[in-house]
Nanobody
Framework: QVQLVESGGGSVQTGGSVRLSCAAS?????LAWFRQVPGKEREGLAA????????YYADSVKGRFIISRDTAKNTLYLQMNSLKPDDTAMYYC??????????????????WGQGTQVTVSS
């Protein structure tokens, strides 16, 4: 069983930065970040393989967002830089018990956190 608890959301101005945290228990194969805007599908942003440390990013955030993991603290992070109003969304961390981590497909993830809101103002 995996439990996930996000923190770190809030409001920021365009161009600012926010770091999200996700305390993760259990032993998942992949950990990832997703986001969702009302009326739209959940979007995969970044994933990390817990065994190999490989990282994967969606094109929409590559170069701006960084996924990382502190194994000693069992915590997943998402550093978000150069934020834009289009980044406004509810952000979720998620865990999967199977490969591949690179697909960033919500259907592959069976454990989800409660979400944390990020709002970027212009």
């Amino acid at each position: 069983q995996v439990q996930l608890v996000e923190s770190g959301g809030g409001s920021v101005q365009t161009g600012g930065s926010v770091r999200l945290s996700c305390a993760a228990s259990g032993d998942p194969w992949c950990l990832a970040w997703f986001r969702q805007v009302p009326g739209k599908e959940r979007e995969g942003l970044a994933a990390i393989s817990t065994n190999f440390g490989s990282r994967y990013y969606a094109d929409s955030v590559k170069g701006r967002f960084i996924i990382s993991r502190d194994t000693a603290k069992n915590t997943l992070y998402l550093q978000m830089n150069s934020l834009k109003p289009d980044d406004t969304a509810m952000y979720y961390c998620a865990a999967s018990s199977q490969d591949p981590c690179s697909d960033l497909m919500p259907a592959d993830y069976n454990y989800w956190g409660q979400g944390t809101q990020v709002t970027v103002s212009s």
